[in-house]
């Protein structure tokens, strides 16, 4: 037990688990009253953990940890397969290390190649607008405190190795929390071949508040 919390306290202070609960409970559709209620606390409680007034001693964050690996286990498994049986040119990245968790039937077709780099390490090949975000060290802190929502660019590569024929395509990146995870799902496609390069938007959670 005594191991189990070193590492749980550990993983706390590297990923900042109370930033990272409100995209947490949005992404899980768990209200602030719903995870009070499972943890035996009052919803100020866990209003204090996500602003930071507060954190949960030992037992609490356990828990914590516990009830968000349990219910995030649940939806990675159901959006990996999701992204696994479509047809659309999808797949989806962890954010550490920008590693290929799984693809699409589609984006097996377009970028075979690509597809079997299985969980290399692509964070530093990354180039263009995909490097943009990924290589800057704010956004990626943002990104793991579960700020970023949405990101809409248009590209005609994302990694500088020799494989597959680049080509001008419209991506869209969602970031998904998984517990102490977080996930990027990319789904790609075309566009007009006079579509300029570049970022669309970017969207951060706080945002969406005003959609």
């Given at each position: 037990?005594?191991?189990s919390?070193?590492?749980?306290a ?7 688990i109370c930033r990272?609960l ?41 828990r914590l ?8 286990c649940q939806r990675?498994?159901?959006?990996r397969?999701?992204?696994k049986?479509s047809s659309s040119?999808r797949?989806?990245f962890?954010l550490?290390?920008?590693r290929l968790?799984t693809?699409s039937?589609g984006?097996r ?23 943009l975000?990924?290589h ?7 990104a ?36 102490t ?19 669309e ?10 959609v």
């Open positions: 037990m005594r191991e919390w070193d590492e749980s550990k993983m706390f202070q590297e990923t900042d990272m409100p995209a947490w409970r949005k992404a899980s559709g768990i209200k602030q009253a719903v995870l009070a209620e499972t943890l035996g606390v009052t919803q100020t409680v866990i209003s204090n953990w996500e602003t930071g007034k507060d954190k949960p001693g030992r037992r609490l964050m356990l940890i516990d009830a968000m690996s349990s219910t995030s990675l498994n159901i959006d397969l999701a992204i049986t040119v797949a989806a962890d550490d290390g920008v968790v693809t039937e984006l077709k377009a970028w075979p190649s690509f597809a079997k780099l299985g969980t290399a390490r692509l964070h530093d090949h990354l180039v263009d607008e995909a490097s975000f990924l800057d060290v704010d956004f990626v802190k943002s793991r405190r579960g700020e970023v929502a949405v990101i809409t660019a248009v590209s005609n590569r994302h990694v500088d190795l020799e494989m597959d024929t680049p080509f001008l395509h419209r991506w869209t990146a969602v970031f998904r929390a998984y517990g995870a977080m996930h990027i799902d990319m789904t790609y496609e075309p566009c007009a071949p006079d579509a300029k390069k570049g970022v938007q970017a969207v951060m959670f706080d945002d969406l508040a005003s």
